[in-house]
Nanobody, 126 residues
Framework: QLQLVESGGGLVQPGGSLRLSCAAS????????IGWFRQAPGKEREGVSC????????NFVDSVKGRFTISRDNAKNTVYLQMNSLKPEDTAVYYC???????????????????WGQGTQVTVSS
């Protein structure tokens, strides 16, 4: 069973920054595409960003382009989501997910990922 643990969430003012981490336990992340998803209260879970196992494919949902970046540190077995210029509408529980489908596979679809973390809360409020 693949285990993923998200961390780095918290309360931040609009315009602030947070860096979320997705750490793997019991397996190495370097063979997996990692997706970040979020779910706001009363809304469906949506894809935010994805990075392929090679790091060669990256994508973002339009609402976070230019504000969020994604990276991976295979030596630390961790993937990061750097979130800048945060807005109240970014408030959500953020989840990371893993899937093994090749070096350049990347997706923002929930159904494409089989292993999920428990989530970390991000609240953007003044």
């Amino acid at each position: 069973q693949l285990q993923l643990v998200e961390s780095g969430g918290g309360l931040v003012q609009p315009g602030g920054s947070l860096r979320l981490s997705c750490a793997a336990s019991g397996f190495t992340l370097d063979g997996y595409a990692i997706g970040w998803f979020r779910q706001a209260p009363g809304k469906e879970r949506e894809g935010v960003s994805c990075i392929s196992s090679s790091g060669g494919s990256i994508n973002f949902v339009d609402s976070v382009k230019g504000r969020f970046t994604i990276s991976r540190d295979n030596a630390k077995n961790t993937v990061y989501l750097q979130m800048n210029s945060l807005k109240p509408e970014d408030t959500a529980v953020y989840y990371c997910a893993a899937e093994d489908r090749g070096l350049y596979y990347c997706s923002n679809y929930i159904s494409d990922f089989g292993s999920w973390g428990q989530g970390t809360q991000v609240t953007v409020s003044s």
